[in-house]
């Protein structure tokens, strides 16, 4: 099991992740200030005690607390100590062991008072609160020897970069001093792949609140397999030349909410993912019914919002709203190629303002490798239903790029109301498109012909709120 896993499946149903600080830092704060110092508070629980009030409107509308624990220990108590010189693992995880005891007594909290926690990895258990008082910042440790490693998620078949066993980190780190990591990767001297700040696997019920991350080894946030998540008022920065760094990856993932977020990274801002060809074809497991709402994204490298490109599980059900995109080489993009299998389908994205962006809207069938030789190339991804409304783009180098699969072509695009101001005066840098098909209203540039049919023979077609539909899970 990964490490905010519950302990056995069992577990499963009742098992909670919140990360809450008491002060929320300032949502146009300056990203050079953040990469030097982070002052914030933290609290991260693995619990069966939040509650949650949900709406049928979607997942954004729950309503979290998070309960009080009758028991607390301070990690000093343990040995360590916040110079950001002295190695805490061992006290950490001996804290955290102590805990367990507390577990079917209402579950205990780990008291982090100010200073700089260096630390290797370590796990988090069920009925537990990590808190991180004004002023402590949790910062990993560059020393690859204290990273231990895992198997492979089964939906990827092997790790995500290079095959084999990929290196775990521990849970809760603000800071991932990413830069050994990023320049092992350029040089290709990594024998795993490279770790997440935060992986949650087989998680439910996980609050990730009023937090700024910063220098991800890779991904920032990776949920997979995770139920019942809510990201919000959160920061994710990683140097816009740090290779291939994502900032919220949901994999395989049900009823997730992110609002209120900005992030700017090296790669993908937000990306949800089902799993890599054959292995994710046979794990099954869809991304659905996603929302995410007033959030901004820059990807100088990357794509704001990714769909893809490992999408073998199936994406579905995702409503992206109020997105304020800035200096991006993408602005929306959906990947996938022959091999891959799965579904994106029933996604609607509308209320976007783009500016500085190079190409405002991508649909490819050719982007992304295979995990090994044994994929099906016959094996052909389906992407159905996408609508893309209310949209207005300045400084924008290209409208659309919209390259479908040949014998497989992407269907049922619906673009409305875009207005979308490209500099270059060539044809070419409006749209470009083959085998698609689609409707589109009220649109400027005009898209090309394959789009062209009219809005109204699309009621049946296009995907929109009224065939939204959420159904909340059941809070115990």
């Not at 290709?188 to 009023?210: A, D, F, Q, W």
């Not at 799993?275 to 100088?300: A, C």
Request: charged share 15%; with cysteine; proline share 6%.
């Amino acid at each position: 099991m990964g490490p905010f896993g519950p302990e056995n499946e069992g577990e499963r149903k009742r098992s909670r992740l919140a990360l809450v600080p008491r002060k929320t830092l300032a949502k146009c704060a300056n990203f050079a200030q953040i990469k030097k110092q982070v002052t914030l508070l933290l609290v991260l629980v693995v619990v069966a005690t939040i509650k949650g009030i949900q709406d049928v409107d979607g997942p954004c509308k729950f309503k979290r607390t998070v309960a009080p624990r009758p028991h607390s220990v301070t990690l000093t108590e343990f040995g360590a100590v916040g110079d950001g010189v002295t190695l805490n693992t061992i006290a950490f995880q001996n804290a955290i062991f102590y805990l367990r005891s507390f577990a079917d007594k209402g579950g205990a909290q780990l008291y982090v008072p100010e200073g700089k926690w260096l630390t290797g990895s370590f796990n988090l258990i069920s009925h537990l609160t990590l808190f991180l008082d004004k002023g402590a910042v949790i910062i990993g440790t560059q020393d690859l020897s204290q990273w231990p490693t895992a198997e492979p998620l089964p939906s990827y078949g092997r790790g995500i970069e290079l095959p084999g066993r990929r290196y775990q980190r521990d849970n809760g780190i603000i800071d991932g001093l990413g830069s050994v990591w990023w320049d092992s990767y350029i040089s290709h001297t990594l024998k795993y792949s490279r770790p997440h700040l935060i992986e949650l696997v087989n998680s439910n019920g996980v609050l990730i609140s009023n937090l700024t991350f910063i220098n991800p080894p890779a991904w920032t946030i990776h949920p997979v397999y995770c139920s019942n998540l809510e990201v919000h008022n959160t920061t994710i920065f990683a140097p816009s030349d740090s290779p291939f760094t994502n900032g919220i990856v949901p994999d395989s993932c049900s009823d997730i909410c992110i609002e209120d977020t900005t992030i700017s990274v090296g790669h993908d801002a937000i990306t949800i993912k089902s799993g890599w060809d054959e292995y994710g074809i046979s794990y099954s497991t869809p991304s659905t019914n996603i929302q995410i709402t007033n959030v901004f994204l820059q990807s100088p490298s990357g794509s704001a919002l990714a769909f893809g490109s490992e999408m073998s599980g199936g994406i579905s059900n995702i409503h992206a709203d109020h997105l304020r995109i800035y200096g991006s080489q993408f602005g929306i993009n959906f990947k996938t190629t022959r091999g891959r299998g799965g579904f994106i389908n029933d996604i609607l994205i509308s209320d976007v303002e783009m500016n500085s962006v190079g190409t405002a809207i991508q649909f490819t069938g050719h982007c992304g490798g295979h995990p090994d030789d044994l994929y099906d190339p016959e094996a052909l991804p389906v992407i159905n239903r996408v609508t893309i409304e209310n949209v207005v783009g300045t400084n924008i180098s290209a409208a659309g790029a919209l390259y479908g699969i040949e014998l497989d072509p992407f269907t049922a695009i619906c673009l409305s109301n875009m207005n979308i101001t490209v500099e270059s005066t060539e044809t070419s840098a409006s749209w470009n498109c083959s085998n698609v098909s689609g409707f589109s209203q009220n649109v400027f540039p005009e898209p090309c012909s394959d789009l062209q049919l009219h809005y109204s023979n699309s009621s049946l077609l296009c995907y929109s709120l009224v065939n939204y539909s959420y159904i909340p899970l059941a809070t115990v």
